[in-house]
Each structure stands twice: as C-alpha cells, then as structure tokens.
C-alpha cells in the first residue's frame, strides 16, 4: 500500500465558489472523496492537508516527507515561495506539482513555477484530473 499526501495551498479550500470558469464547480472535499476512490483502486491510501498559510504548508511537507509521494496544489504560493522550494528539496518523498488551471495560458506571472525544479514532474491544465494523473505517476 502506498501512503501518498496531499497537500493544497491557499484558496484552494474555495474550490466550488471560486472563479468556477477557471477552477470548475467541484468543491475540495468532492474532489478529494473522488481521490479517495481511485487510490483504493490503485492500492494507494491517501492523506489530504490543505492551508492558506505558508509555514503551515512548510511543516506539511516535512511532516509528509517519509511518504512515498506527495501531490502538491501550492496555490498562487508556486510563483513566489522560495521557503516551499527548499521544503521540497530537503524531503525524501517525490513531489509531483500541479495545477487546475493550464498556468501557461493565464498571466505571465503564473508562467514561472518556483517549484518545478525541485519537483519530480509538473501536470497542469486538466481540472481535477491533474490530481488523478500525479496519483497515477506516484503509484
Ligand atoms: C492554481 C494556479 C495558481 O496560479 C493559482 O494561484 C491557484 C490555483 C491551479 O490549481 O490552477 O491558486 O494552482
């Protein structure tokens, strides 16, 4: 079985009433009973945290760093967060980055992930299918 974490930044918790044009319909907590049942079929038991505060997601990565894999939704925290950066690299686990929303067809600034480079893969632009295909690749 493996033990996979899921972590998601700031305003993430919104997801249902957010800009449904960019994020869809579909709340957190649907999107991640939905996880819950695919990773029984992979064999996978997932572990979901989700903060709109930096240093919380901080310690939510070391803490999942004994995991064999985390998904990471870091929110609007991808463009900016040296201090997720270093969280990333200083842990065991792979962390596979991703995103909702395609990033590379919105503004410029969601154009540079602070994160990538440290993270196994990056997938974004499939809704909450991003999330499905990080489990899959970790599994
Ligand atoms: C997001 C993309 C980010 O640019 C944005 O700040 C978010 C959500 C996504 O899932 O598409 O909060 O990570």
């Not at 992979?42 to 919380?56: C, D, I, M, P």
């Not at 632009?125 to 499905?132: A, E, L, P, Q, V």
Request: charged share 15%.
């Amino acid at each position: 079985m493996k033990n996979i974490t899921v972590i998601n930044g700031p305003n993430l918790n919104l997801l249902g009433t957010r800009e449904p044009g960019v994020y869809g319909a579909e709340t957190l907590e649907s999107i991640q009973a939905w996880l819950t049942g695919l990773a029984g079929e992979l064999g996978a038991q997932l572990t979901f945290y989700q903060s709109n505060v930096e240093g919380e997601l901080v310690t939510a990565i070391q803490q999942a760093g004994g995991a064999d894999g985390i998904i990471l939704n870091a929110g609007a925290y991808t463009h900016t967060s040296v201090a997720l950066r270093d969280a990333i690299a200083a842990v065991a686990a792979p962390v596979v980055e991703v995103h909702l929303s395609n990033v590379y067809a919105r503004e410029e600034f969601r154009h540079v992930s602070f994160l990538a480079p440290v993270c196994r893969g990056s997938i974004c632009g499939f809704g909450k299918d991003s999330y499905r295909l990080a489990l899959i690749s970790l599994v």
